[in-house]
């Protein structure tokens, strides 16, 4: 059973950085693609960033670009994503999700296990 946890949200003053973590665990995640997505309110889930777990090839929206990184940490099987410069519109709840390598970083229907969530409050 894959499960995915993250933690790392809260309240932050715009300019402000954050750092998101996602423990993952239940299997062997070599050959699959950890994501990261974010639903603002009233708005859909969108995605932010991805990240292989065998090569570290990533991919982020133009809305994070040079703003946001993607990690891994393959010994702890924990992907983080560190948030800096971050605007009110950023706001959000930051879920990470999985699946298997085979289709687009950010093709969100095709993840497979999703986190729970953790929000993410960024005041102007």
């Known amino acids: 059973q894959v499960q995915l946890v993250e933690s790392g949200g809260g309240l932050v003053q715009a300019g402000g950085s954050l750092r998101l973590s996602c423990a993952a665990s239940?299997?062997?995640?070599?050959?699959?693609?950890m994501g990261w997505f974010r639903q603002a309110p009233g708005k859909e889930r969108e995605f932010a960033a991805a990240?292989?777990?065998?090569?570290?090839?990533?991919l982020y929206a133009d809305s994070v670009k040079g703003r946001f990184t993607i990690s891994r940490d393959n010994a702890k099987n924990t992907v983080y994503l560190q948030m800096n410069s971050l605007k009110p519109e950023d706001t959000a709840v930051y879920y990470c999700?999985?699946?298997?390598?085979?289709?687009?970083?950010?093709?969100?229907?095709?993840?497979?296990?999703w986190g729970q969530g953790t929000q993410v409050t960024v005041s102007s």
């Open positions: 999700a999985t699946k298997r390598r085979g289709s687009a970083y950010n093709e969100q229907m095709s993840y497979e296990y």
């Open positions: 239940g299997r062997t995640f070599s050959n699959y693609i």
């Open positions: 990240i292989s777990w065998s090569y570290g090839i990533t």
